[in-house]
């Protein structure tokens, strides 16, 4: 019986570029996780209040995010790509008729960058992108992924999509994402284009 070749290497070694926060890109690490974490639970406990706690809690959160890297994944696949700026715009004829459009957007990804192995969550940046969805990046010693998984009552999650609703989840986002956050310290690598004048001594 003749023998099998082995898988060469070079096809396991994922990149690690594509997963990993670019300089560009925002990453919540130590007290800066914290406090961003903390702000996003009491905005939940007060949009639940909101509702009125009608529905049990694991439904609210589903109606709220998107949990897992594969739902994730399949609302961003859903919402239609947004151009780069300088392209051409699709033709509407050229969109796949089999197609599910989506009755709601993802305002945000919160993504655990410690992930392992880095292919599962490989393909959320260029999709997020291509979504003009942005990707908050999160990191922690104890892991990433357990603080997101607390942060919607569950053991772990990868990835975490906020789904835009208008109620004080996405205000509190909105502000996040235009930069109107309670501390600001420096990018998970370190690069210089935090501004000076944002950080305080509090």
């Not at 925002?26 to 939940?44: F, K, P, Q, V, W």
Request: net charge positive; proline share 5%.
């Amino acid at each position: 019986m003749p023998r099998r070749k082995k898988a060469s290497k070079k096809h396991t070694d994922i990149s690690k570029a594509s997963s990993v926060p670019s300089e560009n890109q925002d990453c919540y690490e130590g007290e800066r996780l914290a406090s961003l974490l903390n702000s996003i639970r009491r905005e939940t406990e007060t949009a639940r209040l909101l509702d009125g706690n009608s529905l049990p809690e694991k439904i609210w959160f589903k109606q709220q995010f998107s949990i897992g890297v594969n739902d994730v994944t399949r609302v961003l696949e859903r919402m239609a790509p947004i151009p780069q700026v300088g392209s051409y715009p699709a033709q509407p004829h050229s969109v796949s008729s089999n197609r599910k459009v989506t009755s709601f957007q993802l305002q945000a990804v919160l993504l655990a960058s410690d992930c392992n192995p880095r292919w599962l969550t490989k393909h959320l940046p260029s999709l997020a992108s291509s979504r003009r969805v942005p990707l908050i990046y999160v990191r922690d010693k104890k892991g990433g992924s357990l603080r997101l998984g607390k942060l919607v009552k569950l053991r772990t999650a990868i990835a975490i999509g906020v789904k835009a609703k208008g109620n004080a989840i996405n205000e509190l986002f909105g502000k996040i994402l235009h930069g109107d956050e309670i501390i600001r310290e420096t990018n998970c690598l370190n690069t210089n284009e935090m501004p000076d004048a944002a950080v305080s001594d509090t």
